[in-house]
Nanobody
Framework: QVQLVESGGGLVQAGGSLRLSCLAS????????MGWFRQAPGKEREFVAA????????DYADSVKGRFAISRDNAKSTVYLRMNSLKPEDTAVYYC?????????????????WGQGTQVTVSS
């Protein structure tokens, strides 16, 4: 079992920045590929970013490329999502997730563990 706890969400003006953190506990963090997803009201959960076990590979949704950056610190069992140039359409609950498999990074169903989510609200 892996427990994931997100933090760092909040209210920010358009153009601003936030950094989300996700602290993992339980099994060895470095064994897990980590991802960030988000869900806006009335919409399906969507992929945001993912990072490989070592941090050498990353992947992003087209909507956040060039604005968001995912990183991880295996010594701290933490994955981060740096969000710059935020837009009102980035408003959502952001979830971190963990998986062991290496295929289909952008598919929510492939992730084994999920956090409770943190709210990000971007005002115009």
């Amino acid at each position: 079992q892996v427990q994931l706890v997100e933090s760092g969400g909040g209210l920010v003006q358009a153009g601003g920045s936030l950094r989300l953190s996700c602290l993992a506990s339980g099994r060895t963090f470095s064994r897990y590929l980590m991802g960030w997803f988000r869900q806006a009201p009335g919409k399906e959960r969507e992929f945001v970013a993912a990072i490989s076990w070592s941090g050498a590979r990353t992947d992003y949704a087209d909507s956040v490329k060039g604005r968001f950056a995912i990183s991880r610190d295996n010594a701290k069992s933490t994955v981060y999502l740096r969000m710059n140039s935020l837009k009102p359409e980035d408003t959502a609950v952001y979830y971190c997730a963990a998986r062991t498999g290496d295929k289909g990074w952008g598919t929510a169903g492939g992730y084994d563990y999920w956090g409770q989510g943190t709210q990000v609200t971007v005002s115009s």
